[in-house]
Structure formats: structure tokens, C-alpha cells
């Protein structure tokens, strides 16, 4: 049976590119970065490499990439470093409704440490309101995080004009970007956005777990949350993990020579997919601007979402992971919801920041695509849909 992977928010394939170079490293040249013999400089190399096809996609120096251990990692030391460090100028921190886990939970934390956090609501697309953030700016305000693309639904959050309209207010002001889905899939350039602080995971973008980095302005000031050794000019100490960051630089290098064509052929999977799902009147589509149906294309619309994240709700349907679990007896994997979360069920707070009905809190499948989703694949998964999810309605207790 062909597998029909739809899961590639949570992870994707590690491409080959990246497999090749990390068995390299592991097998050949597996020498410490900080030795000073041959192995050592050998193994620094791959470091330096995948810093500047890194620092390349981003349009910025070398020097402002700081390599971790994923986008968890990543936002910790952004929040973290970013807060203590300005902890001396305010207490007062803006973030929104919808972030992940990974920077959900520290701002709790950073809450019971004294630190005074302001989520902002968003709408049925899942965006914030710029009148809201300008509101909500404080004298003491001293960090705004704001992740690019919502992970469950798609959304696209206004990074540029709220960048702006942070450091207008208060240059001095740390804005911090979660970039873990938006990297590759979106054009993103720190510098020219106004980003200080923006976290990116690896094995999003077919690059291996375990691998992932911190972009820090220049100038910008954080504290360090793992002391040791000193690696990475004292922001992250500890002997760099070599496979998993040549294959990070590898998959890097791959993805952006080809982004362009990666986007469209997601776009062209998610229109696709929601051309199907229209003529599905059990199948309910979010964060799709829906209300613009009058006066823009599907195509338009598309556009104004991440290329690839789909989040449709479905009637009558008890719990979402019997559809999840419907579909991989076809050999299709899907999502109930941020996988980061999954070992811990619970209702999103992203759909219900939405607005979404109580009847569709337990219904809701993520489907996200890569660019070696087919349309084909897309075809067969409807197919699928519109044969499973009338059957189980009949089995749904009213």
C-alpha cells in the first residue's frame, strides 16, 4: 500500500542530500570542532558551512546564527535570554492567544518569576489585531514575541508592520519571531523586517531532529541559558552536534536553491485540496478568509495563508483521531494537532482563539503538505474522505 505522509508540519523526511553529509560525519569526519588538529578543523568546517547557508537564506551575517538543538531550544533562549536581560528596563512582555507550546509554557514560567505577559486575541483567520499590539505597548514593555505561521491553522501574523510598529514605539524592544513554520515556506529576511530574535527548527524543512537555530541581530543583547565551554562566542556552549548541523546546512542549501518552486507546488496542493473539500458539505475549512469569498479568487485567498497547512473541521464527527486513525488504515497520515502536544490531549487554544463552535473543538484534522506532496496524492485523499466521514456519522451519537 502507498503511503500518503500529510503530516509534514510535525516533521518531514529527511532529504537525501542531508543523509549522505551526515553519514559523512559520523563515519569520516567525526572529530571535535574545538580540537586544534586536522579532525577538529575538518569538523569545524561543516559548522562554518551550514552557518553560511544559513546566515545565506536569511540575508544576514554569519555571526548572528546561533546553532541549537531545535526550535524549542530556540524559542527558550529567545524568551529567556531575551527577558532576563532586559529584565532591568520592564517587566512587561506581549505575546498572543496562539503560540506554541514551546513559547506558551516559558512565558508561563517567566510569569511565576514576576515577569508580566499581555496575549493578544486574534480573529477568525487567526490574526492579530496592529490596534491591539499598539494598545497594548507599555513604557515597561521590554519584549513582543509573535510567531510567523500559526502551526494548526496556517495563519500568516503581520510580522513587518508589527515589527514597525514596535520599535516606533520603542526601539529598544525586543521583537522575536517563531519562524519554525515559516522557514523556506514564506520569504523572510530578519534584517529588513525589523526582527531581532527569530527561532527556526530543522526537521521542518527535511533536515534531521535534533537540529535548529537562533538568529540574534547584531548588537542585540541576551543572556546565555547553557554555560560551559564557551563554543559559539559564549551564547551556547557545549561540543556542537556536527551530523545534525551538516545536515541541517545541507537541507538548507537544497530547500532555498529551490523555494520558489517549493511554495507554488504546495499552494497548488492546498488549492487543490480545498477545491475537493467544497463539493464536501460535511468538510469545513479554517483560516481561509471565507468571508472574501465574494471578492477574491480561492487562489487569492490561498495566498494570504501559509502554503502549507490545511485545518478543516468535520460534522458529526466524534473525535477527530478516529478519522486520523480511518485514514491510516488507507495509509494516509494526518494530524489531530500540533504533534509537540499530542501526548497530552487537550481542545486547542488556537481554534478556540478562533472562534470555531464547540461542536467542531473535537473534529479537527491538520493536514500539511511538503513539496514532495503530489496532486495525485491530494486526489486520493479526498477520495478517501468522502467515503470515510459518512460512514462514521452514522456511528456518532447525537
Known sequence: M??????NAATTRVCEEAVSIMEQVMREDFGNPSSL?????????????????????????????????????????????GAYAKKRSGNHIIS???????????????EEQG?????????????????????SLRKDTILVSIMAVNNEIGAVEPIAEAAKLVHDFNANILFHVDAIQSYGKLPIAPGKLGIDLLSVSGHKLHGPKGSGFLYKRDKVRIIPEILGGGQQNNMRSGTENVPAIAGLGEAVRVYF?????????MYACKEAFLRRLADMPFAHPNAVFSELSDTHSLSERVRMTAPH??????DSISK??????????????????????????AISGTLKAI???????GSTIRFSFCPETTLSEIEETCDRLSEIVPKLQKYTVK
Open 2 to 7: 502507498k503511503e500518503i505522509y500529510l503530516d
Open 355 to 361: 472562534g470555531l463552535p464547540d461542536c467542531y473543538l
Open 257 to 265: 536553491q529551490n523555494q520558489k518552486q517549493y511554495m507554488e507546488q
Open 320 to 345: 477527530s483521531e478516529v478519522l486520523l486513525h480511518s485514514l491510516e488504515e488507507y495509509g494516509i497520515y494526518v494530524s489531530s494537532g500540533s504533534a509537540c502536544s499530542s501526548n497530552h490531549p
Open 37 to 81: 588538529h586536522r579532525k577538529g578543523f575538518v569538523a569545524d568546517t561543516y559548522v562554518r558551512e551550514a552557518k553560511k547557508q544559513i546566515a545565506k537564506s536569511l540575508k544576514c551575517e554569519e555571526k548572528e546564527i546561533i546553532l541549537t538543538s531545535g526550535g524549542t531550544e530556540a524559542n527558550n533562549l529567545a524568551l529567556f535570554g
Open 309 to 314: 497547512v490545511l485545518c478543516v473541521s468535520f
Open 96 to 110: 498572543t492567544s496562539v503560540e506554541h507550546a514551546s513559547v506558551y509554557n516559558p512565558l508561563i514560567f517567566l
Open 115 to 135: 515577569f508580566e505577559v499581555t496575549y493578544l486575541s486574534v480573529d477568525a483567520n487567526g490574526r492579530i489585531s496592529l490596534e491591539e499590539l499598539k494598545n
